[in-house]
């Protein structure tokens, strides 16, 4: 157990919907995280946030935001979703830039 | 942009035996870690490693770093079935939009059979 937590861990929705995942930094973190991971792509970063502020953005899709609240907890928002956003989403924490811990990600299905 | 290449990408190797996996960057960075995932798991860290030269050891997992050549290794020794998994190396990137962000290779997938 990294001590950093997602919800929910599957999640089922239709194309065109919108969905929020969830993730708690392990006690301590300042940094968070996101990642996408699918079959074609491999391991993708999407964003990064420290203390409340992005730090960082990846291969992020405009259909895509994030925010990480007072309280270090961070969502990943997901719109106008499509077949291939299908995948399994992780986040991360970490002390800056020290080794980074991973959550037991949330796996999304768009049917 | 950094690149990160993993090869093999798929390995299949018998109880008992040794190998090498290995990782290669385009640029330079400082930051090299090894993660493991199993099949619809999350990612568990294996190492990290902060300086070239450094060799880390754990069980039948050996890691190493040569920052001059951009190359790092994660050595099994006498493979055994639990070793069975994905193996990242993951690059902390100094450049660009995703600066201090870890760039993943695209994994080696082991299988270690009887």
């Known amino acids: 157990d990294s001590g950093v937590t997602q919800t929910p861990k599957h999640l089922i929705t239709a194309t065109g919907q919108r969905v929020t995942l969830r993730c708690s930094p392990r006690?301590?973190?300042?940094?968070v995280y996101w990642y996408q991971q699918s079959l074609d792509q491999g391991l993708q970063f999407l964003i990064q946030?420290?203390?409340?502020?992005?730090?960082a953005k990846g291969n992020i899709l405009e259909r895509f935001s994030a925010q990480q609240f007072p309280d270090l907890h961070s969502e990943l928002n997901l719109s106008s979703l499509e077949l291939g956003d299908s995948a399994l989403y992780f986040c991360?924490?970490?002390?800056?830039?020290?080794?980074?811990?991973f959550g037991p990600g949330t796996r999304l299905t768009v049917l | 942009e950094l690149k990160v290449e993993q090869n093999p990408l798929f390995l299949s190797m018998q109880e008992g035996k040794n190998y090498t996996i290995y990782c290669n960057y385009s640029?330079?960075?400082?930051?090299l870690y090894w993660y493991r995932q199993d099949p619809g798991k999350s990612l568990e860290s294996l190492f990290v490693?902060?300086?070239?030269?450094a060799v880390k050891q754990e069980g039948r997992l050996m890691a190493s770093l040569d920052t001059k050549a951009r190359l790092s290794t994660l050595h099994i020794t006498a493979a055994v079935h639990d070793l069975s998994a994905t193996y990242f190396c993951?690059?902390?990137?100094?450049?660009?939009?995703?600066?201090?962000?870890?760039?993943f290779g695209k994994g080696t997938k082991l299988s270690v059979k009887p």
């Open positions: 991360a924490s970490a002390e800056t830039y020290n080794e980074q811990f």
């Open positions: 006690s301590g973190d300042l940094s």
């Open positions: 946030y420290y203390n409340g502020e992005e730090r």
């Open positions: 640029t330079t960075s400082d930051r």
């Open positions: 490693l902060l300086s070239n030269g």
């Open positions: 993951a690059v902390l990137s100094h450049y660009g939009g995703s600066q201090g962000n870890l760039i």
